[in-house]
């Protein structure tokens, strides 16, 4: 079958975009799609592929994200905002309500955050926030607390996005640590219901720093559900304020997060960067998995250099 697909990335979390709403593939194949389009080793290479879906009468359109494992999660802020860009383009509006797996989020053209850097704000909630929100197996408030049979020692608060997370505030991020907790959350453990992102997130200032494993994906240079995690997480632990944007750094870039607290509705929104890179055709056999040769028929230049001049 041919795909044709958009490169795009939100703050370096890398995605291929598919108008899917008009493709004749049954739900379960997307998978082995994805896992095609994913593949490092292979023509294209991504941390998952983002599908434009058709609306239905309370959603302009619909949303789905698929990871490079071939699972699909409940969403995924930093491709949403890639997705959102594409269906205001399709239908021709700067704002939309947007069906996601479980839920809805509303998505709406922003002030870009640099010259050329296209921007788009999501917003989701209400977070919920306990053991039981995320398939976390114990007891506990879920709020800065030791996980027992966790193979950590330190303090995690548990926020579903309605994704889970796991966060956990350091001095400075250790990196070999992060991927060793997140491999052990990704195999499965019966301590997780459904595994787990990890973050490491560093106190900068009014503002954070978040480095995150990603679950179907491993490290990986951004999660926009865990960049907004965090910022809710530090407003229930007193770290930062609710109500107030801050600026969220990450190994890819930077977004601008507002958490509400529970007297604002536990509400969440982010705004950053839908960068088209490129445009894409390839063959996939649905059935085998296996690509024929890819063809760049576009190439975005300037948007990838307003990324680069933002972000270097």
Known sequence: MRFEFIKCHGSGNDFCLIDAR?????SGAWSRVARTLCDRGGPVGADGILLLKQGDRSHAFGFSVVNADGSEPETCLNGLRCGARAGFEAFGIDAARVKLKTSSAQVARETDLAPGVATVRT???PVAVGPAAIGLRVAGSGIEMEVPGLPSGRRFTAVSMPNPHLIAFVDTVDVAELRALGDWCESGPALLADRANVSFVELRGEDLFVQTYE???GLTNACGTAMA??????????????GRERTVFNPGGRVRVRAEGPGGGDIVSIAGNATFEWDGVIEIDIATGAAGPLEVVRRREDEIAAWASLSG
């Open 22 to 26: 008009d493709h004749a593939v049954e």
């Open 123 to 125: 917003t989701v909630g």
């Open 215 to 217: 679950r179907g994906v």
């Open 229 to 242: 995690a965090s910022t809710h997480a530090a407003g229930l632990t007193g770290r930062l304020a609710f």
